[in-house]
């Protein structure tokens, strides 16, 4: 009995330091891990460390004892029964006080196993909503990805985001905008099926991981969520808030990894943003398409006979797909790039720009959190082509309409998070925190052929314009200095190219979008 308590205490501190060591190796060594937490796994493990010498130590003093006692009763042939009574004694107080030290040490092994739960638990949890984390989110989607490579077993991905956050937070606070996330939180906790995961993604950006889901059945998932927000009202100090939210989907396709399916799921959340916000778009690989009813598109310029079906499928989209439309190998009748042949609708373009010292304001603040372990943002600068030369030939009023029009194509393009700056002159800035380098480069490529497709009244017919774009990702050593100059050199480099066309600055010298993407593609 002693001996296998002694075998029960060793194997349960075995167990209990290597779940303590794969907790730490796994959470603790992450460098996005807090110091905090890494501090505190170092603890639990010097705890169990000390455990396992008492216990040790005990086992040794107990076995000393027992070999103490043995030897007594083989010290004669013929042992006194007194004394072999006395020994008898003796070692069941001792085999009870050995019982009594590895009770003990197991009911704390279970509290340290409670503490190692919760700490777990709570490295991936966010703190404010109570949602999975990033890291809970990324582990859940590779575990699905190795399930579907093993055994076909697909998983769709939703994107959501929650519109006009940023003007939300201005007008009611930081406080009411923290309430509203939490409820949103509750929200997709409630409207997710069993299965899946919500988790918050960043921000006023969440994500659901839905294991065997087509994107048939996700999109359907998308607005039964989108609709929840949207009729939910949210009590902030006695007042009652609503906002909507934007939601993009896709499910993995084969060959793919999840980086790419989350890029994808992304580019249909930045369709729903373009199209009007509070509404779903889903990616089947290769386009991006709108679920359900959407705001009403501009009427399209008519085409001349003739036209071909490119043309029509650009101009002309359909009324878009209930939510249970067939799965993406089933072709729909047309396909919404994420384009516009129309310039949108003009609005006050000064009420949602910043100016470039704002700009660089901000954007030395996300470096700052960057290096602290956030994500590292995404810098664009997009010029107007020749901007000089329409204004010197149509005149100041069509130089001031492609000016606006062109503030209103970046605001379609990017999320509430995202800032748009005029940084001087014809140039704007845009700041993407989170965004990374491939969607960045999509972002770009969006905006250059929309705005190519765009044309505007002036003086004697219509003219077009273009841009020019450069963009740069922080990587380290860089400072808002830095990172701006390697955008500019990207810029300059697109305009030095003839113009309408996209360069990124990949640390070392401009490139373009193609090659920028195969280094990202390739890892």
Known sequence: MPVLLVDLAFALLVAATGVGLGWWLRGGAFKEQADDETRRAQEVLGRL??????????????????????????????????????????????????????????????????????????????????????????????????????????????????????????????????????????????????????ARYGGEEFALVLPGVSVADAVEDAERVRTAIDRARFRFAGSELHVTASVGAAELISGEDVATMIKRADASLYASKEAGRNCTHWHDGKKCWPVGQKPQQAPQPSEPP??????????????????????????????????????????????????????????????????????????????????????????GGTGSRVFHTTVQFLRAAVRDMDLVAHYEDATFALMLPGAGLANAVGVAERLRQAITRCTLPALGGRVRFTVSIGGAEATRGDDTRRLLERAREAVDAAKQSGGNCCYFHNGQWSETVGATLEKVQAG
């Open 49 to 198: 460390h000390d455990l396992a010498a008492r216990v040790a130590a005990d086992v040794g003093e107990h076995s000393s004892r027992v070999e103490e006692i043995n030897e007594e009763l083989t010290a004669s042939e013929m042992p006194d029964p007194d004394v072999v009574v006395s020994a008898l004694d003796r070692l069941v107080k001792a085999n009870d006080r050995m019982q009594k030290q590895l009770a003990s040490a197991e009911e704390r092994l279970k509290e340290q196993a409670r503490q190692m739960e919760s700490a777990a638990t709570e490295a991936r949890t966010d703190v404010l909503t109570g949602l999975a984390n990033r890291r809970a989110l990324d582990d859940v989607a590779a575990g699905c990805l190795a399930d579907f490579r093993k055994t076909g077993k697909s998983f769709s991905m939703l994107m959501i985001d929650v519109d006009h956050f940023k003007k939300f937070n201005d007008r009611h606070g930081h406080q009411a905008g923290d309430e509203v996330l939490r409820q949103v939180g509750g929200i997709l906790r409630q409207n997710t099926r069993p299965g899946g995961l919500a």
């Open 306 to 395: 003739g036209k071909t079906a490119a043309a029509a499928d650009r101009q002309a989209p359909p009324p878009a797909p209930a939510p249970r439309q067939e799965p993406p190998q089933t072709a729909p009748p047309q396909a919404i790039e994420i384009q516009a042949a129309a310039a949108p609708k003009q609005q006050p373009a000064q009420a949602t720009l910043c100016d470039g010292e704002t700009f660089c304001s901000m954007l030395s603040g996300r470096l700052a959190e960057w290096r602290r372990g956030g994500a590292a943002p995404c810098v664009l600068l997009v010029h107007v082509d020749k901007h000089e030369a329409i204004v010197s030939q149509h005149g």
